[in-house]
């Protein structure tokens, strides 16, 4: 049993195969199919943009295909980065980089206003055109310098609610079962009934 997750991100990628792992889906990344063209990601809202994605590699490979899209909104800075997370500091632009635009721009903000999120839409496409989205957010706020070298994108600057450790200090087990895009995939996984659509 097997879908294609649409992503480049290796560390969502190794995520989301864990999960779906666990209860028997074989994850395949777009790293198998090098002739694959992603889409544009040009939508105004996680879900756009998560259903372009999967359903451009629906198209192309006629298999069931899983797209997430995530971000980080802050709500001093109205939301975003929001849908231009992985491009916040322009396009092709590091982690670091993101990072630091990050910091720079929550330096005046005081500790008690520092709320943020990461929320993800998931679209699990098939070929008959059927598409179903799953949603997870995970609760926090930003740190005023990175703490922990695990995890990726701003996982060292979001401190969970309720804890004292930073995303990128946390296992990916533990991140699985409290984060946005574990939530995200436990709704897909309770949902989906049928693994041998996957087939």
Not at 56 to 82: F, M, N, Y
Request: proline share 4%.
């Amino acid at each position: 049993m097997s879908l294609i997750v649409a992503t480049q991100n290796k560390g969502k990628l190794k995520e989301i195969r864990r999960v779906l792992a666990s209860v028997g889906i074989e994850a395949e990344g777009m790293d198998n199919y090098p002739e694959l063209i992603p889409a544009i990601e040009d939508g105004t809202t996680f879900k756009e943009n998560a259903q372009k994605k999967a359903q451009a590699i629906v198209q192309q490979t006629g298999k069931p295909c899983l797209a997430d899209d995530s971000g980080l909104t802050v709500e001093a800075l109205h939301g975003r980065p929001g849908v231009y997370s992985a491009r916040y500091a322009g396009e092709g632009a590091t982690d670091s980089e993101n990072n630091l635009l990050l910091l720079t721009e929550m330096a005046p903000i005081a500790d008690g206003q520092r709320q943020a999120a990461f929320c993800c839409v998931m679209a699990l496409c098939y070929p008959n055109g059927e598409c179903l989205f799953f949603e997870g957010r995970l609760e926090g706020h930003i740190l005023r310098a990175e703490q922990g070298d695990g995890g990726f994108g701003y996982d060292p600057l979001f401190q969970v609610d309720g804890d004292q450790r930073s995303l990128a200090q946390i296992s990916i087990d533990e991140k699985n079962n409290i984060s946005h895009r574990g939530k995200a995939l436990k709704q897909m996984i309770s949902n989906v009934n049928d693994c041998s659509d996957f087939n």
